[in-house]
């Protein structure tokens, strides 16, 4: 079954870059896809199309065979879900440990503490860290800490992997751990996009390749270089300083929301309250680190079965990261899995 579709698809932003034209391809399940391409040949908007972050200036995305813009604004939370992102950076949140890092997607789901120490246990197992489980990332290796995100973004069971250049901050023999590690999840059941300008990869990984470069012709044929003096500098940022501006992707959801209002009959419109909520819900599946920060900080209501890993990331959430903080004892010695008992600070 195909699980993605792009059809004919064309990105253009708002200021008239091109990111790639009439873009088609298609994903069966369980299949795995290179992205390949220069920097700028647009795999990262491959990327945040797919998970509803931008909307297709021209074109259709299928997924699952249901087209992305008729999922609404309060339901793309649900999509994003199924759809595990690892970034070239990490983005771990440096100040919770290991253990937290891969547990924080499950908590912003609700999930009860004995799915969530389960769950975080068998995943710590699979990326073989489990005795870094208490390590904070900046005592992490670069390949120790893309190994918690792949941990991260396979929390919430995603159909999809997309990893977007994975390997572009590491060494070559630990990008191809990194690879080695995706190409398992892959084999046990992940559909896997790899977005990826490394020669080495593109080689070794046998998959289907797409090389986005192809698709980019309408950027380069109609950009010709723009001489920009310091006069048009200045009076741009007089411009910024005097209106604040909207991010390209408050935009992108925007135009989502009112393309859902056009849609929705008054009768089933939800009221102010449930929209806050929604959406609130929604951006915490969003890759950012700030907004999963911002929605961990809200404890699921009505499930005293996650109040107290709700406090206990409040606290953790509130407090301020100590300079040199020590891993604390680490309770998987003797096999002991660890209890949110274990990793509550001990001083309060
Ligand atoms: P890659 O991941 O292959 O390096 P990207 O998808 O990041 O490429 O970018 C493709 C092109 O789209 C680039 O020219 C980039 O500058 C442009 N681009 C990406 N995001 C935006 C944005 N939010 N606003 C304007 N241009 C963008
Ligand atoms: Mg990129």
Redesign the pocket.
Known sequence: MSIIKFKGVT?R???G????SNLSFEVDEGETILFT??????????M?LLIGE?IPSQGEILFEEGPLNQIKHNRLHLHRRKIGVVFQDYKLIEELNVWENVALPLFIRGESQAVIEERVTDLLKLVELTDKALMFPRQLSGGESQRISIARALANSPKVIFA??PTGNLDQETGERIIHLLTKINELGTTLLL?T?DPLIIKEVGAKKID?SEFTQE?KEGSKPKKISIEDLVSEKSKNNQKEEKS??EEEEEKREEGDKKEETKKDEPTEKEKDKESSKSEADSPSEKIIIKQADQQPKNNEKTSKIGSFFSKLLSKKPKKKEKPSKNPYKNNKQPSIEDLLPKDE
């Open positions: 990105k932003f708002s200021d870059t091109v990111a790639f391409g220069p920097s700028g040949s647009g795999k990262t908007t491959v945040r931008y977007d250049e977005a300008h986005l950027k390209n992707q």
